[in-house]
């Protein structure tokens, strides 16, 4: 996206960053800091420019308190001043607009990975997880969509978390007949939930 055709308008740019994000996160897993900070740069200075032109877009907001909260996972001496305004601009992004889906995912993963003396909660986050699952097919927008096929995978993952792995085996199930060839879920997730329930 970033060579082929750059993004103009917001709706592009905020697509770009939902890649970024998600990449952000996982290259953040596999401790591959320097490509952090990398992507975490670019990410940022679309958002930025995305907050100059629309700052009460919800999705911007959440997405620069989601950054921040990258910001922490490299350095958790930051949370201490970065954890607060994070959480200040995910709440705005879900205030902005209680039914836009990317601020009720970010909002959610904030409370999921959060520890709970700094305000996470498993249980809420799993309630926003759902809430926009359901707009996402609400919509009719499911086919060929990488946020809902995350989202699916995403709360199967937190119903394995809380242990209600019949609820996650349901949730894994619906990302396969979406997406058969889903390897992630396919060939990983799925497979390791049946053996824990044997």
């Known amino acids: 996206m970033e060579t082929s055709n750059l993004p103009t308008t917001i709706e592009q740019q905020l697509e770009l960053e939902s890649y970024y994000y998600g990449f952000i996160g996982h290259m953040l897993g596999k401790k591959r800091n320097d490509v952090v900070d990398e992507y975490l740069e670019r990410a940022e200075k679309i958002n930025n420019k995305i907050l100059q032109a629309s700052p009460k877009n919800p999705a911007a907001n959440s997405f620069k308190g989601s950054y921040l909260g990258f910001h922490i996972g490299l350095n958790r001496f930051k949370s201490v001043y970065l954890g607060p305004e994070s959480k200040i601009y995910i ?6 607009d209680p039914n836009n889906v990317t601020a009720l ?18 249980e809420d986050a799993l309630e926003l997880y759902l809430k926009a699952e359901k707009l996402i097919e609400k919509s009719n927008n499911t086919d060929y969509n990488w946020e809902y096929l995350n989202l699916l995978t995403t709360l199967g ?4 978390h809380l242990n209600r792995w019949k609820d996650a085996k349901l949730i894994y199930e ?3 007949q979406k997406e058969p060839n889903y390897h992630f879920v396919k060939d990983e997730l799925y497979p390791r939930l049946l053996n824990r329930m044997r």
Do not use: H, Q, S, T
């Not at 709440?91 to 902005?96: A, E, F």
């Open 105 to 122: 995912i970010l909002k959610a993963n904030m409370l999921f990975y959060a520890p709970g003396m700094f305000g996470g909660d498993k």
């Open 174 to 176: 619906k990302a396969l």
């Open 91 to 96: 709440n705005k992004g879900v205030n902005l």
């Open 157 to 160: 993952r937190a119903y394995e």
